[in-house]
């Protein structure tokens, strides 16, 4: 491992990283508001990636246009499977395992879906060959996608915060997270609630697959890549959202340090690995306070 | 006796007897094939249902004793020529193996459990795809040889029906007798109350282990008996798919039931081989069909006659 490479590998790090962010939030808020385990949410990933297919070079959209409407779609898509496929098994006090089988049945449909929709999936969405040459910051080279990719994410992130803390929505939110049952006695539709905070997990996860369709490719196995940001979630403490955005910036940099120094071939066990070691030694995550609760 | 229990023991010899003359009246055919195939995959899902029904142990990562016990058991048949039963042995030596590892998963609840669970199958699958010289990888091992047991080299799908169905009755009344005996018992009273069984001088968490420990045994055989069946094994059955089909039959057939790993089996090996007609969208299928009976029916097939008698969903409320 060369040393002098680190910092050029950490700043490539980033811009995954800020994708990873987007998901592992939704993670997090939909296990805070639902206690729910979600493998539905890799799947909006693999959505957005193929609605920003449609986006960008059907619709011919630019990239900053079509983020609005691809995040919204997968929204509406995630506001749907939480209202059609999980409020009957929630209202019925329904099984853990029912839920989360659930999810993954879901995530399912949704990939067949769209395999017999676009075929075997527009695989190439990478339009990094028309992005402007990458600059250069104290000697590491700096690409223009990571800047974009961080500072939506960034944007996302903050504009999240500002929603929880400053609207009655957000609060709302934030208060079903802590008890929906208290909530619900203080006069809070939890119902509603819930399915808001399904449609911010699927927009930010559409969101992130327009990044993954822009940055790398787009089709029916970007999935993968939502999968493994369950490990940002868990790194940030899963259930805790700004320590999710702070997991998925650390998993980023991880996963990029360890397949250009370590291995490119393990490096996906190594990342699993990682979820293994994080839950035995530190629950709550490796951000923040220490978490004794809800184990 | 009572007279539920003499009725029960009935229909259930006779279901036995039935599965064992469908041998004979299938020989040679795709159907008995199939029926080879949702009892190995049965066995798989034995195991897990031991684990959740039983223990509460959320595992979501099963696949991987499936593939361990694979890999274990076809190390011993390729490089040492051992025979079937011999190999079986490996096989949970190494699935064992793989239980001590997850062992100190077990302190973790919930979600926090399925997820742990999950990462350990994620990772073992890619262990299993890049460890080429061990597993073959994608591309698989081949040339595995037939079962041979006692000297018989077990050939055609007659034969090897027998042999797995035997092997499925076996693990199947081990894990009843296991049920009835103090084991199960304390087993039941930590699903009822773990501070009420903790209380009572119970050690959850080995009895926790021990759950785990003794689920894997059954996909571990499985494992060989599906490499010897099928003469290969690709490192591809063993992902997050299977992980979820297994826990589906699961679920499926009625977390609290035993024969229901073998009845989701079926409907899941079902749905997955048969419609040829609409192969194309066999998956969507799938899912679709176990979204909605998450809705419908969670408490499994084996909870549809209960329901029709009108006592309502007694399962759902089972402590998972």
């Not at chain 1, 206690?35 to 619709?59: D, E, H, N």
């Not at chain 1, 990044?211 to 196995?221: H, M, N, T």
């Amino acid at each position: 491992m060369r040393v002098g490479d680190l910092p050029q590998q950490i700043v490539f790090g980033l811009g995954l990283g800020a994708i990873y962010a987007l998901v592992a939030i939704g993670y997090s808020l939909v296990y805070r508001t639902m206690g729910l385990l979600s493998f539905v949410q890799p799947q909006f990933v693999m959505l957005g990636s193929v609605f920003g297919y449609t986006g960008l070079v059907t619709l011919d959209l630019p990239l900053w246009l079509a983020a609005v409407p691809v995040g919204v779609a997968t929204a509406l898509v995630a506001v749907l499977i939480d209202q059609v496929g999980l409020r009957p098994i929630r209202r019925r006090g329904g099984a853990e395992i029912a839920m989360i089988l659930a999810t993954v049945a879901w995530g399912i449909v949704l990939v067949e879906i769209v395999r017999q929709s676009w075929a075997y999936g527009p695989s190439a969405l990478n339009l990094r060959s028309t992005a402007r040459p990458p600059f250069h910051l104290l000697g590491i080279e700096v690409r223009w996608d990571t800047v974009g990719s961080l500072a939506t994410a960034g944007v996302l992130a903050a504009g999240l915060a500002l929603f929880l803390r400053r609207t009655s929505s957000g609060r709302a939110l934030r208060a079903v997270g802590e008890s929906s049952r208290t909530a619900s006695l203080m006069g809070i539709h939890v119902e509603r609630t819930l399915a808001l905070a399904a449609a911010i997990s699927g927009f930010l996860g559409g969101v992130a697959g327009l990044l993954v369709g822009y940055l790398f490719s787009a089709g029916i196995s970007t999935g993968t890549i939502g999968v493994k940001a369950l490990a940002a979630a868990v790194i940030g403490g899963f259930g805790n959202v700004p320590g999710a955005v702070v997991g998925g910036l650390v998993l980023g940099i991880f996963d990029n340090v360890v397949a250009a120094d370590v291995s490119a071939t393990w490096r996906d066990a190594i990342v699993y690995g990682l979820i293994i070691v994080v839950l035995i030694v530190r629950v709550g995550g490796l951000v923040g306070r220490r978490v004794f609760s809800r184990v | 006796m009572s007279r539920r229990t003499v009725t029960r023991g009935a229909i259930g010899l006779a279901a036995l007897a039935g599965m064992y003359a469908l041998a004979p009246a299938y020989d040679g055919t795709f159907f008995l094939s199939f029926m080879v195939d949702v009892l190995i995959l049965g066995l798989a899902a034995l195991g897990l249902q031991h684990m959740v029904g039983d223990a509460g142990v959320l595992n979501l990562g099963q696949a991987a004793f499936f593939g361990l016990g694979a890999y274990g058991g076809v190390w011993t048949l390729q490089h040492w020529h051992w025979t079937t039963l011999p190999a079986f042995g490996a096989a949970i030596v190494v699935a064992l193996a793989g239980a001590v590892v997850m062992a100190p998963l077990l302190r973790l609840r919930g979600v926090y459990f399925a997820m742990a669970s999950f990462a350990f199958g994620a990772m073992m699958f890619e262990v299993f795809g890049q460890a080429v010289s061990l597993t073959g990888g994608e591309n698989g091992l081949f040339l595995i040889p037939p079962p041979k047991i006692f000297g018989h080299v077990l050939i055609g799908n007659r034969d090897s029906y027998l042999l797995v169905l035997s092997v499925g009755v076996v693990c199947y009344a081990a894990f009843a007798l296991l049920m009835r005996s103090g084991y199960g018992l304390s087993l039941h009273a930590v699903r009822q109350s773990e501070n009420g069984a903790r209380a009572s001088g119970v050690n959850v968490a080995r009895m926790r282990f021990i759950a785990l420990a003794l689920g894997v045994v059954p996909p571990a055989l499985a494992g060989v008996l599906y490499a010897q069946v099928h003469s290969i094994v690709q490192s591809t059955i063993f992902d997050f798919n299977q992980s979820v089909a297994l826990i589906t039959m699961v679920i499926v057939g009625g977390v609290a039931s035993r024969w229901g790993a073998f009845a989701g089996a079926l409907v899941a090996q079902y749905v997955a081989v048969y419609p040829q007609s609409i192969a194309q969208y066999r998956f969507l299928l799938y899912g679709g069909v176990v979204a909605l009976l998450m809705i419908v029916l969670p408490g499994g097939i084996a909870s549809v006659g209960r329901a029709l008698a009108g006592a309502r969903g007694a399962l759902v409320r089972t402590r998972i």
